[in-house]
């Protein structure tokens, strides 16, 4: 855990470099950084639809971090609003579809919480979809590697996130 409350990435996904521009035509930022993306990932279903596109050695968009939860459950409003102080541009929370969640109502938790967190930086004229929530079965792989690129798509399309 880092000092400002958000996990170190657990894994990145497939083929991730440090080299932006290579692939995903989002990965730089006008002022020449890299674009972030952090990815809660719960455990049971997120996380492992994503070790399945890996070794399936489907490519990910480089803007993308994966952080490792036990369940969508656990991650709080100050983990996605410390990620994008701490310099992501955009927050995404993939978990386990509705009602399937392992530890039975984490990802109706993570909902609500995403949906918090949207409403508070729409109060302070930041764009709510910097932060989105996904659901998706274990099994289910393209739907995990769907969410990663609508999440980059939509952040590279907005401005970078201007910090005080
Ligand atoms: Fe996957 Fe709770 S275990 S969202």
Do not use: W
Not at 55 to 74: D, E, F, H, K
Not at 135 to 160: H, K, N, Q, W, Y
């Amino acid at each position: 855990m880092s000092g400002a409350g958000v996990e170190a990435p657990a894994a990145k996904p497939a083929g991730a470099k440090k080299s932006a521009g290579k692939r995903g035509g989002n990965a730089v930022k006008p002022g020449g950084g890299e674009r972030t993306i952090v990815a809660f990932c719960c455990h049971e279903c997120a996380y492992a639809a994503a070790d399945a596109a890996a070794n399936a050695r489907t490519s990910l968009p480089p803007t993308v971090r994966l952080v490792l939860m036990p369940c969508t459950g656990r991650v709080s409003p100050l983990h996605l609003l410390s990620a994008l102080a701490d310099g992501a541009d955009g927050a995404m929370v993939a978990g386990c579809l509705e009602g399937q969640c392992h530890y039975r109502e984490g990802n109706f938790q993570a909902i609500d919480r995403v949906a918090f967190v949207q409403r508070l930086l729409e109060s302070v004229g930041v764009e709510p979809e910097r932060v989105r929530m996904f659901t998706m079965s274990a099994g289910d792989p393209p739907r995990f590697v769907a969410a990663v690129r609508e999440m980059d798509r939509v952040i590279g399309s907005l401005p970078p996130l201007e910090r005080a």
